[in-house]
Every structure is written in C-alpha cells, then in structure tokens.
C-alpha cells in the first residue's frame, strides 16, 4: 500500500495564488522525490530531498524535508495556468533497495 | 533527450486473453520499474529491477502477472489471463543508480480489458 499520505488530493486556485503540497509518512525516510504528471502526460521528476531540513528551490517551487524526514512540502509562488498537473511525492526508505513509494498526488486546478 | 521506450502506447483486449507490454530503459540506467496507474491515484509499483534482478515485486499479482529483464536491459510485464479489473496505465520508468535518482517515465501503455 501506500507508504507516504499526501494533501490535499485536490486544489483550485486562481493564477497568481499561491499552492502548497504536503506529503507525510510514518516512517522515516531515505530521500523524497517530487513528480509532476499534466494531464494525459506521464509523471515527469522535478527534484529529490536527501537530508533532513534540505530546501531546495526552482524558480517560484520551494521544496522542503522535514528535520525528523517524515514530512516534506512543495511549495508554489504565484501559480501560472502552465503549473496545472498532479503533483507526487514519492519516497524511498530503509536500505540502498528500497522501493520507491507514490503518494496519491495533489490535483492543481489554475483558473485565469 | 534520451527518452524511456514504451510499447505499445494503447491496447485493448478481451477479459482472459493474454497481453505483453515492452519497455526499453534509457541506456545504463541499472534500474527499471513498472508501475500501474490508475486514473485519478498515484504509480502503484508492481515491479523493480536492479539490471537483471528482480529487487521487489511484493506488489505484483503473481497468479496472472509476470515480469523479466533477462539481459538487463529491456523488460517485458505479462498478464494472463486479463482481467476486467486489470484497466490501467502501465508506465515504466528507469533510473541511473539504485537509490538517489530521478526516475524518468515513458508514456505507458494505456489498457482497456473489455
């Protein structure tokens, strides 16, 4: 089943607004990877998070691990109608095996 | 840009007949997946390689379905006999090391079990 709960599974804002994205596990976490899958499309990576507390940043998309590497974030300033898509976490844990785990994604809508 | 191979892209077929999907992996990546999505959730992983080891398939449903990587490169996932239930995406996707990369996706296989 799934390994990292994600939310919310849905979110409508209107360009300009800002969107964040929240992925939880129970269990601590090797590293984190985040995808973006547009409609129709296949998931496309973005970036991974491999130490606690890491921050990473593409242009207006703010990425964040958790210090206990349970949780991590994705965060969006601005939103353009080309931020539309799902939006995955997915997870690894345990040894250099392990398999990676995708959480259920957060569907962004971006009304002009 | 080196891309993950897929085919084919869409295939429908009837419920107990037997059905193949082909991967080829972007060039030395050692890792392969194959995951199945469903509309509206996230990649449930069924299988994954490690060249021409199979590292996990806990998820796989190995009465109907089956997996190999026999050189280390290309895959091949089977289900038979399909079944209504097993309409999906099936998406492959690849990635470099066995842990701490990106993994790239190919199209999937869209399939319709009627």
């Known amino acids: 089943g799934q390994q990292v709960m994600q939310i919310p599974q849905y979110q409508h804002v209107q360009e300009g607004e800002d969107f964040t994205t929240y992925c939880n596990s129970s269990?601590?976490?090797?590293?984190i990877q985040w995808y973006k899958q547009r409609p129709g499309g296949h998931p496309v990576f973005l970036i991974q998070l491999v130490k606690s507390g890491e921050v990473k940043k593409q242009k207006r998309l703010t990425f964040q691990f958790g210090e206990a590497k349970k949780n991590s974030s994705l965060h969006i300033t601005a939103t353009q109608t080309t931020d539309v898509g799902t939006y995955f976490c997915?997870?690894?844990?345990?040894?250099?095996?392990?398999?990676?785990?995708f959480g259920r994604g957060t569907q962004l809508t971006v009304w002009p | 840009e080196a891309e993950v191979a897929q085919s084919p892209r869409y295939k429908i077929t009837e419920k107990s007949q037997a059905v193949a999907f082909w991967c080829d992996p972007i060039?030395?990546?050692?890792?392969l997946y194959w995951y199945r999505q469903i509309l509206g959730q996230g990649p449930e992983l069924l299988v994954q390689f490690q060249d021409e080891s199979v590292v996990d398939d806990s998820q796989l449903p190995k009465d109907r379905f089956s997996a190999e990587r026999l050189k280390g490169v290309d895959s091949t996932l089977k289900i038979q006999p399909a079944e209504l239930g097993d309409s999906a995406m099936y998406l492959c996707?690849?990635?470099?090391?066995?842990?701490?990369?990106?993994?790239?996706f190919g199209q999937g296989t869209r399939l319709t079990v009627v």
């Open positions: 060039s030395g990546h050692a890792t």
């Open positions: 996707a690849s990635s470099f090391l066995v842990q701490g990369d990106g993994a790239f």
């Open positions: 269990t601590t976490l090797s590293n």
């Open positions: 997915a997870a690894a844990r345990g040894s250099t095996l392990g398999r990676l785990y």
